[in-house]
T-cell receptor
Framework: GQSLEQPSEVTAVEGAIVQINCTYQ??????LSWYQQHDGGAPTFLSY????GLEETGRFSSFLSRSDSYGYLLLQELQMKDSASYFC?????????????FGKGTRLHILP | NAGVTQTPKFQVLKTGQSMTLQCAQD?????MSWYRQDPGMGLRLIHY???????DQGEVPNGYNVSRSTTEDFPLRLLSAAPSQTSVYFC??????????FGEGSRLTVL
């Protein structure tokens, strides 16, 4: 089975940088993705890492270390609109590589 | 393009009633899935399908049935609703890249 751990809450200041960590224990692994969800909304895709290293998309970056079963999401130049929940999720290997299991989420609070 | 459409958006049921949550997509994605979201529990996978005629169980399949007769539709059936099934349900699709596209959600209350 799959098990993911991420902090339940993180607080940061507007304009700062914040890192949200995710560790996973899986019977198989094909990639790690990150999603953002605002209150009352649906999750939206942020990034995906299949290989070790850093992927950058604007203010958001995501890192993966397969050997450590660890990844993180880095948010830079925080804005109030970044207040949301963030979920890491693991993807099963083929042939069930579209089976995606989510962590419980990290609530990000941003202070002005 | 509508993307992923879920109906109804809100539903109240009594214990023991049955209902179907509908999910339709016009993105021509092979993969479709259902998740439920409860406070503090994240998104939990109920059932998923990798194509028409193929379905499989996720993390929390008990109490739910699915079928996939077409690429476009993936209904979720509750045969005998229980208060424990009170939740927000999300349908999602994927084109095989690991990126999920979600519907807006269906909020279900079972009394």
């Amino acid at each position: 089975g799959q098990s993911l751990e991420q902090p339940s809450e993180v607080t940061a200041v507007e304009g700062a940088i914040v890192q949200i960590n995710c560790t996973y224990q899986t019977s198989g692994f094909y990639g790690l993705s990150w999603y953002q969800q605002h209150d009352g909304g649906a999750p939206t895709f942020l990034s995906y890492n299949a290989l070790d290293g850093l992927e950058e998309t604007g203010r958001f970056s995501s890192f993966l270390s397969r050997s450590d079963s660890y990844g993180y999401l880095l948010l830079q130049e925080l804005q109030m609109k970044d207040s949301a929940s963030y979920f890491c999720a693991v993807r099963d290997p083929p042939p069930r590589d579209d089976k995606i299991i989510f962590g419980k989420g990290t609530r990000l609070h941003i202070l002005p | 393009n509508a993307g992923v459409t879920q109906t109804p958006k809100f539903q109240v049921l009594k214990t023991g009633q049955s209902m179907t949550l509908q999910c339709a997509q016009d993105m021509n994605h092979e993969y479709m899935s259902w998740y439920r979201q409860d406070p503090g529990m994240g998104l939990r996978l109920i059932h998923y399908s990798v194509g028409a005629g193929i379905t499989d169980q996720g993390e929390v399949p008990n109490g739910y049935n699915v079928s996939r007769s077409t690429t476009e539709d993936f209904p979720l059936r509750l045969l005998s609703a229980a208060p424990s099934q009170t939740s927000v349900y999300f349908c999602a699709t994927s084109k095989g890249t690991g990126e999920l596209f979600f519907g807006e959600g269906s909020r279900l209350t079972v009394l």
